[in-house]
């Protein structure tokens, strides 16, 4: 089988696969890959993606497309397009000639500009506290994911984890946790 984790640089998700023994599995971004892997592909996705792939994991950029910086583009058109040209991106992603996509990103526009999510997950149902932001997945060709560790959030405010206000970084952010990297590994791995 052959993976492809679109945007992503730090090459958690890829690493899952493999980690079972997908090898052919690569990550793609604009990025140079942060573990240096020669899995890494560094350019536009559209320019990889293609049928040869059995299954795409996509994170497109939610600088634009999150909730939290959607007030922004009331009174800013340069946001507004950027927020648009990143909702046209997302569904050229889901477009690709590709049997399985999974798309991820967090509760935001994509919802009402595109479509209802397939589904929304939580981090701490893969056995994370510190992140509880709720993720959205729209799905083609795979089943829902299935949690695989419930633990009780640790909860600093009432909208958002610790983690999440203390980790300014937003490349940081991006990064996908290690239970839900393993989870979408083992079950979509042989989904068929």
Not at 26 to 45: I, K, R
Not at 175 to 183: K, L, N, V, Y
Request: hydrophobic share 40%; charged share 30%; glycine share 4%.
């Amino acid at each position: 089988m052959k993976v492809l984790v679109a945007c992503e640089f730090s090459g958690k998700v890829r690493e899952a696969f493999r980690a079972l023994g997908y090898y052919d599995t690569w990550s793609c971004d604009l990025e140079p890959a942060a573990d240096h892997s020669p899995n890494h592909l560094q350019g536009d996705v559209f320019a990889y993606a293609s049928s040869a792939f059995d299954l795409m994991i996509a994170h497109p950029p939610c600088t634009y497309l999150s909730a939290a910086g959607l007030h922004y583009c009331r009174h800013d058109r340069k946001r507004r397009r950027l927020r648009d040209e990143a909702v046209e991106f997302t569904k050229r992603l889901m477009a690709l000639p590709i049997k399985r996509i999974a798309i991820e990103n967090p509760v935001g526009y994509l919802s009402t500009a595109w479509r209802k999510p397939d589904q929304i997950v939580r981090m701490n149902e893969f056995g994370h506290s510190e992140a509880i932001k709720p993720t959205c997945l729209w799905l083609k060709g795979l089943p829902k994911i299935k949690p695989t560790e419930i633990v009780e959030p640790r909860r600093r405010a009432k909208r958002e984890s610790e983690w999440y206000s203390l980790t300014k970084d937003k490349k940081l952010r991006s990064i996908t946790f290690d239970g839900f990297a393993r989870a979408m590994a083992e079950q979509w791995a042989t989904a068929k």
